[in-house]
């Protein structure tokens, strides 16, 4: 075989393609490199938390626009590329204070920040004063429909009223069946604002004292946007008695508590459990989000129970 074709076997032609690539691209890299262009710089962590709060911000308008929240999990850090390159003590400043002038918006935003935080760091070090400052700050829940004044005026009205015609029990089933509708729809834009809170409930989960606070906090603003409250009734139970026996929780610290737990009572609503038309009547069940005097009593006295 002469040379001529030896050049032109399939082997030959691959070696001779490959190099002119490999050669090309060094030609086009040091032409990049003479004119002074360099490959970009990674995002700086101020500039990567804006991105994010923007882009969240975004969402959050797009899901409260729908009145919806698709996302059913804080997910963001798995859809956000850098991540990495934020700050974690910046981070935690903005997740204990507003970021938003909107409630919705700053409850979601704030909600998927979260997932950016590493779940093994450890909990955020606030002083008394920034602990008690992130308490008043979380952002409102979204009210739930059931509780509406007006509606239950209507509703009760109509149960009082006796038998109904079969036009008025027709219309009364449409408002229920939308209620319902209406219903799921604020439970879903209720998350953000319950999810935040959790999650710092769980930042504190081996600090008794300010879980406790973190809890009666959450249980104040689901009654006063007309939820139910008896499982966080619960939980505060089971909670009250852990502190009980918790030595690290001192005097101080137990009245402060205590007093948070007495303003409770202050806030209630009542709210629409069901309002079935039976044999033509309209039957009313109405239930209370409320702690009573009777729930504070008892949690200041579990707490003061090994004093």
Not at 50 to 64: C, G, H, S
Not at 115 to 133: H, I, K
Not at 190 to 204: G, S, V
Request: net charge negative; charged share 30%; aromatic share 6%.
């Amino acid at each position: 075989m002469d040379r001529t074709d030896e050049r032109n076997t399939p082997a030959m032609i691959v070696r001779t393609g490959v190099w002119r690539f490999l050669h090309s691209g060094a030609i086009v890299l040091g032409a990049i490199s003479s004119f002074g262009f360099s490959p970009p710089e990674p995002m700086s962590a101020p500039t990567a938390l804006r991105l994010a709060i923007t882009e969240l911000t975004r969402e959050a308008e797009q899901a409260e626009a729908a009145g919806d929240v698709a996302r059913r999990h804080a997910d963001f850090a798995a859809r956000f590329p850098h991540g990495a390159a934020i700050n974690l003590s910046a981070l935690r400043r903005k997740l204990a204070a507003p970021v938003h002038h909107q409630p919705f918006v700053d409850a979601y935003v704030r909600w998927q920040l979260t997932s950016l935080v590493p779940v093994s760091s450890p909990a955020p070090e606030l002083t008394a004063r920034e602990f008690e400052r992130l308490l008043e700050q979380f952002p409102p829940v979204h009210d739930n429909p059931r509780a509406d004044e007006a509606m239950i005026v209507r509703l009760r009205d109509a149960s009082e009223a006796g038998p109904l015609t079969e036009a008025e029990q027709s219309r009364f089933e449409q408002i229920m069946s939308e209620l319902a509708q209406r219903a799921g729809r604020a439970e879903a834009l209720a998350r953000p604002a319950l999810d935040l809170r959790m999650w710092w409930e769980n930042q504190y989960a081996a600090d008794r004292a300010r879980r406790l606070h973190l809890l009666l906090e959450r249980c104040a603003a689901l009654t006063r946007a007309g939820w139910s409250v008896e499982e966080i009734k619960a939980t505060l139970d089971d909670a009250f008695a852990s502190a009980a026996h918790d030595r690290e929780v001192d005097d101080d610290e137990r009245a402060a508590i205590a007093a948070r737990s007495a303003k409770l009572p202050r806030h209630r609503r009542m709210f629409i459990e069901s309002a079935p038309v039976v044999d033509g009547t309209l039957i009313l069940t109405l239930r209370e989000a409320a702690v009573y005097e009777f729930d504070a009593t008892r949690w200041t006295r579990e707490l003061r129970r090994d004093q």
